[in-house]
């Protein structure tokens, strides 16, 4: 299989095929309304419009199918990475439009919003792959840093463990537990802490039944499907609450 990696300012409809990519390679409790939650497409799209060159895609040369995506973008950061902010890529997108643009501030480091592969091409190192292409687009665009809100590939299995217990399990060698937090380290990145609100979903009790194919009786938590945490179904203001804590990753490209 020949691959080529492609920009968004290099390829038609990057931003229209990019979302359906998501649907393909994200968990259903983010893609169950990605075509009608305004607040998510406004962000999307200003990705695309605003910095193009940083949103890449891995493409099969033959067919011209997409088989992994990557989206970053260039922020403006003071504080030191132990400071980073509990919202994660929620942050990190908000913080493009709010900030670069409407204060001028430079951006100085580059923020991870999201690295995936199709289920089909995962186990062959791609997102290895486009993890080191992210780390080339800042060091091109002269970023003294990269910073990953990352999604840890297995919590999803240990829902009722606490995210802090969570990243200080090992494996046999020493190295983190978590097989993508694992592989960010063996590429340099250091633990800085824990995004504990990266993604927050707030919808009607009946929205989150179809979102995850699940009845919820009432008020209570619950372990969804693909979920980092549990989610909070509150009857007496038919609502469903999940936010999802990520961790973050730094590497110095200085």
């Not at 919590?155 to 960010?184: A, C, S, V």
Request: include cysteine; glycine fraction near 4%; charged fraction near 15%.
């Amino acid at each position: 299989m020949t691959t080529k990696i492609v920009t968004a300012a290099e390829m038609p409809n990057c931003y229209e095929t990019s979302k359906a990519f998501l649907k393909q390679g994200l968990q259903r409790i983010f893609t169950y309304d990605i075509d009608t939650n305004e607040n998510w497409l406004v962000l999307y799209q200003a990705l695309y419009q605003v910095y193009p060159e940083y949103q890449y895609a891995l493409v099969e040369s033959a067919t011209q199918q997409m088989i992994a995506l990557g989206n970053c973008i260039p922020i403006a950061w003071k504080g030191t990475f132990e400071q980073l902010p509990d919202e994660g890529a929620t942050w990190a997108a908000t913080q493009m439009l709010t900030d670069n643009h409407s204060q001028g501030h430079q951006p100085n480091i580059l923020c991870a919003v999201n690295i995936g592969v199709l289920p089909e091409y995962r186990g062959r190192q791609i997102s290895s792959f486009m993890l080191q292409q992210m780390k080339k687009i800042a060091q091109v665009n002269k970023l003294s840093s990269l910073i990953v809100p990352a999604r840890p590939t297995l919590k999803h299995l240990y829902p009722l463990t606490p995210m802090e217990r969570y990243i200080t399990w090992q494996n046999e060698n020493g190295l983190p537990f978590d097989p993508w937090l694992r592989t960010h380290v063996k590429h340099g990145a250091n633990l800085v802490g824990i995004c504990s609100k990266s993604a927050t979903i707030i919808d009607t009790i009946s929205n989150w039944e179809a979102r995850v194919n699940m009845r919820f009786p009432e008020t209570g938590d619950y372990v969804i499907p693909e979920a980092l945490s549990p989610l909070t179904i509150d009857f007496t203001n038919n609502q469903g609450t999940y936010i999802e804590p990520n961790v973050w990753m730094h590497y110095n490209l200085a």
